[in-house]
């Protein structure tokens, strides 16, 4: 203890130079960690919200463009054994009397009954009869906030590709949480949906497949490409994502790894070439029976002082800033340019092995630094490291 305390001694002399570097090393874990944080927590709500959807996302593509499945196509699907489930989605993009912003719109089958039953835990006081009854939309806060500003409140007026106008009312917003996935979508009847995009009462988006054996997955799809059609895995759509998160994190990751190295190579070149004062400081306390191993006890202690603590606070500024801030600049960084503004507050979800991990990438090589220096002037004759 004798070590901390007088490496603490040491630290409050020199206190302008310790703090500057107390405060780089700070803002250094900051960022990290918030980058840290920020994709994890992505990746888990994405993996929350994706674990009860259907197995397979069927698609139609000509000429390498998305095209409408028609009912023929899904009675070809129909043939196909082990299917347990069919389920047919339209949705595209609006932007009509607008200002300028898209919404999605998502038509669902309200009348299937595993449809309706996921739907309400999204909205409070749902009615499955009251929807049906007449036009009627789920939004989210952030879409209707849009409609308000365009003058619309309880209701919104589309215009259809045929030039006809439908009116839609307003019936529930979605409960908060669940920005992440629905921040600029409306869900409407799969009928509503067709009229509005412009779509055939035959034809649909895509289809979902729910398959009760998993090894059976990969056998329906290359089935599907004999009927001309693309299949996509929920394993694969997670993969997917899940790499998307993890590139944009480690290509933040690599620049501030770099800015790091660099302040690494910066206080390694300044300890090297120690200071007068620092060299009759080892020179002293070698004369007056300091071992080598105390200088390095010494000097490790100061190590710790700096890096831990920094590292803790850090960390813990990392976590207040990304769990409880709306719209910090790191989710800004993952997500992208939002079409409308996002109020979507992080899961607080933290992987022990990142924090690990973290450590030992910032606190070894910053005490190897500190440790290599002192070493060199150490192991030098007192009256020579006081020439």
Sequence with gaps: MQFFYFSYLMLKRDIGKNALLFSYYLFLVFILSSVIFTANSLQYTFLQGVKNQDDIVVSFEVAGRNSAITEDKIEKIELIDGIKKINKRVYGFYDAYLGGNKISINGIDFYDADTASSIAPLVENFDLKDFLSKPNMLVSDAVKALFERQY?????????????????????????????????????????????????????TDVTLSVPNPYEVDNIIEKLHVFGLSGRSKKRAISDA??????????????????????????????????????????????????????????????????????VLGVTCAYLYVFLVNDNVFLGIFMGTENLNNDFVLLAHVSIENIFLLALLLIVPFIGSTLYPAWKVAVHSPSEAMK
């Design 152 to 204: 619309y409140q309880d209701k919104f007026v589309f215009e259809n590709q045929q030039g006809h106008f439908t009116k839609v009312s307003l019936y529930r917003t979605f409960k908060p949480g669940i920005e992440l996935f629905l921040n600029d979508t409306i869900l409407i009847d799969i009928e509503l949906a067709q009229s509005l995009l412009g779509y055939a009462s035959d034809e649909y």
């Design 242 to 311: 899940m790499d998307l998160y993890e590139y944009k994190g480690g290509l933040f990751l690599c620049l501030y790894l770099m800015a790091f190295l660099g302040f690494m190579m910066i206080f390694y070149i300044q300890a090297s070439v120690q200071g007068g004062a620092q060299k009759k400081q080892v020179g002293i306390l070698r004369a007056i029976g300091w071992s080598i191993s105390d200088i390095i006890r010494w000097r490790l202690c100061t190590a710790l002082l700096i890096s831990i603590s920094a590292f």
